[in-house]
């Protein structure tokens, strides 16, 4: 099965794609909208294939990837299948960040990049706190504790911030914008997700070997000469960088990163180097699906997609805590 997995996993990934850009209250003709909007053509398939679907797309793909990604690393990291990306605190630096776009109205030359550029920028200022609580020796333990920190500090500035919003239109596009959701945003928006993914996503990916090592033993891994503290600060590093892009685009989405890893951990023989790639395909398949869902319900009232993965994801991680539980009993 582990052979296989990734094929599979890459052509249900392309299928959905394809359902994604054909999936909408219009119909239009996919292949001969992106053919027009390749070759600048004003008509309607272009310009609602080229201008609105591909980007939604595209979003919800590499957002995907990059939670599933940071989720799987971060889990081979501390050990601990029940870790969430958002524990490190880059999630909420990076709403914290953005809402400053909305509050007080940061980088607004820059137009629509002003939100993604702020998040981003928030969920660095984040890991450099981290950084330097954790300090020289970081430790699973200490990581989770500084993590716990931050992200307590940065949701009380997130609430100081809705707390004194200007006006009430102000604070309404803030929580709609952190419920999470990748409709109408445009393809400046890769533009600052897409290097922060090629970044990151090197950096974890650099680290396959050490995620291998730790696997059997913090001790086994100082005898095969990998720097733990070293590496460690690199996977904490690449996934502050995807968590915090994604968010700074997408909003919170959460428990991508947390389930992917976990249902796919024992189709690859829980060897968390051979997990990386499967779940940034599984991750990027599932906010595809997710964003696909949101298309089909009534528009009158708009599920965000946020809310979406929440509703799954929270009972499905319940199961997972009571199933960990039932282990030690």
């Known amino acids: 099965m582990e052979k296989i997995l990734t094929p599979l996993i890459s052509i249900l990934l392309i299928v959905l794609s394809w359902l994604s ?3 909408g209250s219009v119909d239009v003709n996919v292949l001969s909208g992106l053919w027009d909007w390749i070759q600048s053509a004003d008509n ?8 609105i679907r591909l980007p939604r797309t595209l979003l919800a793909l590499v957002v ?3 939670m599933g990604l940071s989720g799987a690393a971060l889990q081979g990291l501390l050990r601990n299948p029940l870790v969430d990306p958002g524990l490190i605190g880059a999630s909420q630096g990076a709403a914290v960040g953005a ?6 109205n940061l980088f607004s030359g820059l137009g629509a990049l002003a939100t ?4 981003l920028a928030g969920a660095a200022i984040t890991l450099f706190i981290l950084m330097g609580l954790s300090g020289s020796m970081a430790r699973p333990s200490i990581i989770i504790m500084a993590g716990l920190a931050i992200s307590t500090l940065t949701s009380a500035l997130l609430a100081i911030i809705l707390n004194f919003a200007p006006n009430p239109y ?3 596009e803030l929580v709609f914008w952190l419920l999470g959701s990748v409709s109408n945003r445009g393809l400046d928006n890769l533009m600052v997700l897409i290097p922060a993914f090629i970044i990151g996503g090197g950096l974890i990916w650099g680290q396959r070997r050490l995620l291998m090592g730790l696997s059997l033993g913090e001790k086994v891994a100082d005898s095969m000469g990998l720097n733990v503290v070293a590496g460690g600060r690199y996977i904490i590093l690449g ?3 995807l968590i915090g892009s994604a968010v700074a685009v997408a909003g919170n989405i959460g428990f991508v990163g947390l389930l992917v890893p976990h249902i796919l951990r024992p189709l690859v023989n829980y060897r968390p180097d051979r997990l990386l790639l499967p779940s940034a395909l599984g991750g990027a398949i599932t906010v595809c699906a997710a964003d696909i869902l949101v298309r089909l319900l009534p528009p009158e009232r708009e599920l965000k997609l946020g809310v979406l993965t929440a509703l799954v994801g929270a009972p499905f991680f319940i199961w997972l805590v ?5 282990r030690w009993v």
């Open 21 to 23: 850009l054909s999936s």
């Open 64 to 66: 995907g990837a990059a």
């Open 44 to 51: 309607k398939d272009a310009l609602i294939v080229g201008e």
């Open 99 to 104: 809402s400053g776009v909305f509050y007080f």
């Open 239 to 241: 996934t502050a960088m």
């Open 170 to 172: 102000a604070m309404q």
């Open 322 to 326: 009571w199933k960990e539980r039932q």
């Open 116 to 119: 993604p550029l702020a998040g």
